[in-house]
Protein backbone atom coordinates (compact mmCIF):
# COMPACT_ATOMS: atom_id res chain seq x y z
CA UNK A 1 0.00 0.00 0.00
CA UNK A 2 3.14 2.23 0.63
CA UNK A 3 4.53 1.25 -1.99
CA UNK A 4 1.45 2.00 -4.47
CA UNK A 5 1.66 5.97 -2.63
CA UNK A 6 5.14 6.60 -3.36
CA UNK A 7 4.33 5.57 -7.21
CA UNK A 8 1.07 7.68 -7.58
CA UNK A 9 2.90 10.62 -5.47
CA UNK A 10 5.87 10.41 -7.45
CA UNK A 11 3.80 9.80 -10.90
CA UNK A 12 2.03 13.00 -9.59
CA UNK A 13 5.32 15.37 -9.11
CA UNK A 14 6.95 14.01 -12.46
CA UNK A 15 3.33 15.74 -14.12
CA UNK A 16 3.52 18.64 -12.34
CA UNK A 17 7.04 18.78 -13.16
CA UNK A 18 6.53 18.41 -16.61
CA UNK A 19 3.54 20.50 -17.16
CA UNK A 20 5.87 23.61 -14.83
CA UNK A 21 7.96 22.81 -17.89
CA UNK A 22 5.67 23.39 -20.71
CA UNK A 23 4.62 27.30 -19.54
CA UNK A 24 8.69 27.81 -18.78
CA UNK A 25 8.91 26.75 -22.55
CA UNK A 26 6.13 29.00 -24.23
CA UNK A 27 6.77 31.74 -21.22
CA UNK A 28 3.74 31.56 -20.57
CA UNK A 29 3.13 35.33 -18.56
CA UNK A 30 4.62 36.80 -21.67
CA UNK A 31 2.35 34.75 -24.09
CA UNK A 32 -0.46 35.66 -22.25
CA UNK A 33 -0.08 39.46 -22.35
CA UNK A 34 0.67 39.07 -26.33
CA UNK A 35 -2.95 37.45 -27.17
CA UNK A 36 -4.61 39.59 -24.42
CA UNK A 37 -3.83 42.21 -26.90
CA UNK A 38 -4.82 40.00 -29.76
CA UNK A 39 -7.84 38.97 -28.14
CA UNK A 40 -8.94 42.69 -27.15
CA UNK A 41 -7.78 43.51 -30.37
CA UNK A 42 -10.81 41.07 -31.84
CA UNK A 43 -13.54 42.45 -29.39
CA UNK A 44 -12.46 45.88 -30.49
CA UNK A 45 -13.15 45.32 -34.49
CA UNK A 46 -16.84 46.75 -34.70
CA UNK A 47 -19.07 43.56 -36.32
CA UNK A 48 -18.52 41.79 -33.17
CA UNK A 49 -20.42 40.98 -30.41
CA UNK A 50 -18.65 38.95 -26.96
CA UNK A 51 -18.85 35.42 -27.13
CA UNK A 52 -17.52 33.32 -24.48
CA UNK A 53 -16.38 30.55 -26.86
CA UNK A 54 -15.39 32.41 -29.49
CA UNK A 55 -12.99 34.72 -27.25
CA UNK A 56 -11.60 31.12 -25.89
CA UNK A 57 -10.90 29.73 -29.11
CA UNK A 58 -9.29 32.59 -30.48
CA UNK A 59 -6.95 32.59 -26.73
CA UNK A 60 -6.27 29.21 -27.05
CA UNK A 61 -4.97 29.74 -30.84
CA UNK A 62 -2.95 32.53 -30.02
CA UNK A 63 -1.29 30.76 -26.86
CA UNK A 64 -0.42 27.91 -29.58
CA UNK A 65 0.96 30.23 -31.81
CA UNK A 66 3.13 32.46 -29.51
CA UNK A 67 4.00 29.50 -27.50
CA UNK A 68 5.77 27.64 -30.63
CA UNK A 69 7.53 30.92 -31.65
CA UNK A 70 9.14 30.97 -27.46
CA UNK A 71 10.09 27.50 -27.52
CA UNK A 72 11.70 28.04 -30.86
CA UNK A 73 13.44 30.87 -29.45
CA UNK A 74 14.90 28.81 -26.38
CA UNK A 75 15.85 25.83 -28.81
CA UNK A 76 18.04 28.01 -30.56
CA UNK A 77 19.11 30.36 -27.75
CA UNK A 78 19.49 27.16 -25.07
CA UNK A 79 23.20 27.68 -25.10
CA UNK A 80 23.30 31.24 -24.05
CA UNK A 81 20.29 30.79 -21.87
CA UNK A 82 22.52 28.47 -19.95
CA UNK A 83 24.71 30.97 -19.58
CA UNK A 84 22.75 33.91 -18.08
CA UNK A 85 20.66 33.21 -14.17
CA UNK A 86 17.58 34.91 -14.98
CA UNK A 87 17.28 31.80 -17.58
CA UNK A 88 19.45 28.91 -16.77
CA UNK A 89 16.40 27.23 -15.10
CA UNK A 90 14.45 27.34 -18.61
CA UNK A 91 13.76 23.54 -20.00
CA UNK A 92 15.76 22.97 -22.53
CA UNK A 93 18.84 25.23 -21.49
CA UNK A 94 18.68 23.11 -17.79
CA UNK A 95 18.52 19.61 -20.11
CA UNK A 96 15.36 18.63 -18.08
CA UNK A 97 13.47 18.74 -21.70
CA UNK A 98 15.80 17.68 -25.47
CA UNK A 99 15.76 19.29 -28.14
CA UNK A 100 13.36 17.17 -29.76
CA UNK A 101 11.17 17.79 -27.92
CA UNK A 102 11.00 20.87 -27.98
CA UNK A 103 11.12 20.66 -31.84
CA UNK A 104 7.85 18.56 -31.59
CA UNK A 105 6.13 20.93 -29.35
CA UNK A 106 7.00 23.66 -31.96
CA UNK A 107 5.26 21.58 -35.01
CA UNK A 108 2.19 20.58 -32.95
CA UNK A 109 1.37 23.98 -31.09
CA UNK A 110 2.36 26.08 -34.35
CA UNK A 111 0.06 24.28 -36.58
CA UNK A 112 -2.90 23.53 -34.39
CA UNK A 113 -2.56 27.16 -33.33
CA UNK A 114 -2.32 28.49 -36.78
CA UNK A 115 -5.26 25.96 -37.85
CA UNK A 116 -7.38 27.29 -34.98
CA UNK A 117 -6.73 31.06 -36.26
CA UNK A 118 -8.10 29.92 -39.96
CA UNK A 119 -11.57 28.92 -38.79
CA UNK A 120 -11.70 32.59 -38.15
CA UNK A 121 -10.39 33.88 -41.17
CA UNK A 122 -7.70 32.89 -43.43
CA UNK A 123 -6.26 36.36 -42.71
CA UNK A 124 -5.67 35.66 -38.93
CA UNK A 125 -3.91 31.75 -40.25
CA UNK A 126 -1.71 33.90 -42.43
CA UNK A 127 -0.42 36.57 -40.18
CA UNK A 128 -0.06 34.06 -37.07
CA UNK A 129 1.79 31.96 -39.42
CA UNK A 130 4.16 34.87 -40.69
CA UNK A 131 4.58 36.21 -36.93
CA UNK A 132 5.64 32.90 -35.86
CA UNK A 133 8.22 32.90 -38.45
CA UNK A 134 9.47 36.21 -37.94
CA UNK A 135 10.45 35.67 -34.69
CA UNK A 136 11.17 32.48 -34.63
CA UNK A 137 13.71 31.97 -36.86
CA UNK A 138 14.47 35.80 -37.94
CA UNK A 139 14.63 37.77 -34.59
CA UNK A 140 15.99 35.22 -32.61
CA UNK A 141 19.50 34.95 -34.33
CA UNK A 142 19.33 38.68 -35.46
CA UNK A 143 19.94 39.15 -31.66
CA UNK A 144 23.65 38.71 -31.53
CA UNK A 145 24.26 40.45 -35.09
CA UNK A 146 22.92 44.36 -34.63
CA UNK A 147 20.52 45.86 -32.22
CA UNK A 148 18.41 46.36 -35.25
CA UNK A 149 17.08 43.07 -34.20
CA UNK A 150 14.72 45.16 -31.19
CA UNK A 151 13.16 46.87 -34.46
CA UNK A 152 12.78 43.19 -35.99
CA UNK A 153 11.26 41.63 -33.19
CA UNK A 154 8.92 44.50 -32.61
CA UNK A 155 7.26 42.94 -35.65
CA UNK A 156 6.19 39.83 -34.64
CA UNK A 157 5.63 41.63 -31.33
CA UNK A 158 2.71 43.90 -32.25
CA UNK A 159 1.16 41.57 -35.29
CA UNK A 160 -1.07 39.88 -32.58
CA UNK A 161 -3.23 43.18 -32.15
CA UNK A 162 -3.43 42.92 -36.36
CA UNK A 163 -4.16 38.75 -35.79
CA UNK A 164 -6.91 39.65 -33.76
CA UNK A 165 -8.73 42.63 -35.64
CA UNK A 166 -8.44 40.04 -39.33
CA UNK A 167 -9.89 37.49 -36.92
CA UNK A 168 -13.32 39.49 -37.41
CA UNK A 169 -12.92 39.44 -41.09
CA UNK A 170 -15.83 37.03 -43.12
CA UNK A 171 -17.56 37.24 -46.12
CA UNK A 172 -19.92 39.58 -45.04
CA UNK A 173 -17.53 41.95 -43.57
CA UNK A 174 -15.91 45.00 -45.27
CA UNK A 175 -12.78 43.58 -44.17
CA UNK A 176 -11.37 47.45 -43.04
CA UNK A 177 -7.93 46.82 -42.05
CA UNK A 178 -7.44 50.44 -40.62
CA UNK A 179 -8.35 49.81 -37.01
CA UNK A 180 -5.96 47.17 -36.93
CA UNK A 181 -2.94 48.63 -37.99
CA UNK A 182 -3.99 51.42 -35.46
CA UNK A 183 -3.91 48.62 -32.63
CA UNK A 184 -0.36 47.66 -34.30
CA UNK A 185 1.22 50.94 -34.52
CA UNK A 186 0.38 51.60 -30.59
CA UNK A 187 1.88 48.14 -29.54
CA UNK A 188 4.34 48.41 -32.00
CA UNK A 189 5.65 51.91 -30.57
CA UNK A 190 5.57 50.71 -27.22
CA UNK A 191 7.77 48.07 -27.06
CA UNK A 192 10.56 49.96 -27.67
CA UNK A 193 11.00 51.97 -24.02
CA UNK A 194 9.42 48.56 -22.79
CA UNK A 195 12.46 46.37 -24.18
CA UNK A 196 15.42 48.67 -23.83
CA UNK A 197 13.99 49.56 -20.22
CA UNK A 198 14.55 45.30 -19.86
CA UNK A 199 17.71 45.41 -21.72
CA UNK A 200 19.06 48.01 -19.68
CA UNK A 201 18.25 46.02 -16.19
CA UNK A 202 19.82 42.97 -18.10
CA UNK A 203 22.10 44.12 -19.78
CA UNK A 204 25.62 42.42 -18.05
CA UNK A 205 23.67 39.04 -18.64
CA UNK A 206 23.11 39.86 -21.96
CA UNK A 207 26.48 41.42 -22.51
CA UNK A 208 28.10 37.99 -21.33
CA UNK A 209 25.33 35.87 -23.99
CA UNK A 210 26.49 38.06 -26.64
CA UNK A 211 23.29 39.70 -27.04
CA UNK A 212 23.24 43.66 -29.15
CA UNK A 213 20.18 44.93 -27.67
CA UNK A 214 20.30 48.48 -27.01
CA UNK A 215 21.00 51.14 -29.51
CA UNK A 216 24.01 52.20 -27.87
CA UNK A 217 27.64 49.93 -28.40
CA UNK A 218 28.44 51.31 -24.96
CA UNK A 219 24.94 50.08 -23.34
CA UNK A 220 23.26 51.96 -21.12
CA UNK A 221 23.94 55.63 -22.11
CA UNK A 222 22.22 58.86 -22.63
CA UNK A 223 21.43 58.27 -26.64
CA UNK A 224 19.40 54.94 -25.00
CA UNK A 225 17.49 57.15 -22.83
CA UNK A 226 17.09 59.64 -25.54
CA UNK A 227 15.67 56.76 -27.61
CA UNK A 228 13.01 55.50 -25.17
CA UNK A 229 11.51 59.37 -24.66
CA UNK A 230 11.19 59.84 -28.45
CA UNK A 231 9.66 56.65 -29.13
CA UNK A 232 7.17 56.90 -25.98
CA UNK A 233 6.43 60.95 -27.80
CA UNK A 234 5.48 59.18 -31.04
CA UNK A 235 2.80 57.31 -28.94
CA UNK A 236 0.97 59.87 -27.91
CA UNK A 237 -0.42 61.12 -31.20
CA UNK A 238 -0.84 57.00 -31.96
CA UNK A 239 -3.10 57.13 -29.15
CA UNK A 240 -5.70 59.40 -30.69
CA UNK A 241 -6.21 57.55 -33.61
CA UNK A 242 -8.57 54.76 -31.93
CA UNK A 243 -10.76 58.09 -31.82
CA UNK A 244 -10.23 59.96 -34.74
CA UNK A 245 -11.24 56.43 -36.28
CA UNK A 246 -14.14 56.34 -34.50
CA UNK A 247 -12.86 52.67 -32.82
CA UNK A 248 -13.38 54.07 -29.48
CA UNK A 249 -14.76 57.22 -27.38
CA UNK A 250 -13.27 60.34 -26.12
CA UNK A 251 -13.03 58.94 -22.45
CA UNK A 252 -10.50 56.07 -23.41
CA UNK A 253 -8.38 58.82 -25.38
CA UNK A 254 -7.64 60.71 -22.54
CA UNK A 255 -6.59 57.61 -20.55
CA UNK A 256 -4.36 56.97 -23.60
CA UNK A 257 -2.94 60.57 -23.33
CA UNK A 258 -2.69 60.39 -20.06
CA UNK A 259 -0.72 56.87 -19.79
CA UNK A 260 1.33 58.03 -23.12
CA UNK A 261 2.61 61.31 -21.17
CA UNK A 262 3.33 59.20 -17.85
CA UNK A 263 5.56 56.77 -20.32
CA UNK A 264 7.30 60.10 -21.57
CA UNK A 265 7.93 60.99 -18.10
CA UNK A 266 9.45 57.36 -17.01
CA UNK A 267 11.85 57.76 -20.08
CA UNK A 268 12.71 61.57 -18.99
CA UNK A 269 13.47 60.30 -15.61
CA UNK A 270 15.70 57.66 -16.80
CA UNK A 271 17.59 60.05 -19.07
CA UNK A 272 18.21 62.57 -15.85
CA UNK A 273 18.75 59.30 -13.52
CA UNK A 274 20.82 56.78 -15.52
CA UNK A 275 19.96 53.93 -13.23
CA UNK A 276 18.65 50.21 -12.77
CA UNK A 277 15.91 51.95 -10.80
CA UNK A 278 14.87 54.08 -13.08
CA UNK A 279 15.14 51.88 -15.70
CA UNK A 280 12.56 49.41 -13.61
CA UNK A 281 10.29 52.07 -13.23
CA UNK A 282 10.17 52.13 -17.05
CA UNK A 283 9.91 48.65 -17.37
CA UNK A 284 6.77 48.07 -14.84
CA UNK A 285 4.80 51.19 -16.41
CA UNK A 286 5.14 49.43 -19.35
CA UNK A 287 3.65 46.65 -18.47
CA UNK A 288 0.49 48.40 -16.59
CA UNK A 289 0.45 50.45 -20.03
CA UNK A 290 -0.94 47.81 -21.77
CA UNK A 291 -3.37 46.51 -19.88
CA UNK A 292 -4.88 50.31 -19.26
CA UNK A 293 -4.73 50.75 -22.70
CA UNK A 294 -6.25 48.04 -24.36
CA UNK A 295 -9.04 47.59 -21.32
CA UNK A 296 -10.07 51.24 -22.05
CA UNK A 297 -10.65 51.27 -25.55
CA UNK A 298 -12.25 47.85 -25.07
CA UNK A 299 -14.70 49.67 -22.41
CA UNK A 300 -15.22 52.52 -24.37
CA UNK A 301 -15.72 50.81 -27.54
CA UNK A 302 -17.75 52.44 -30.25
CA UNK A 303 -20.77 50.14 -30.67
CA UNK A 304 -22.31 50.63 -33.81
Known amino acids: MQENNTISNSTSFALASKVKDYFLLIKFTLSFMV ?15 FDLLQVLLLFTGGMLVTGSANAINQILEKDTDAMMKRTAGRPIASGRMSVTEGWAFVL ?5 GC ?3 HTFSIEAALISAASLLLYGFVYTPLKKVNSIAVLVGAIPGALPCLIGWVASFSDASENNWTGGWILFAIQFLWQFPHFWAIAWVAHKDYSAAGFKLLPSDKGPTKFTALQAIMYSAMMIPIGMLPYMYHISGIVSMWIL ?3 NLFMVYVSVLLFIRMDIAAARKVMFSSYFYLMIVFLSLYADKVRV
Open 108 to 112: IAGLL
Open 257 to 259: LAC
Open 35 to 49: VFSTVVSYLLAPNIR
Open 115 to 117: YIM
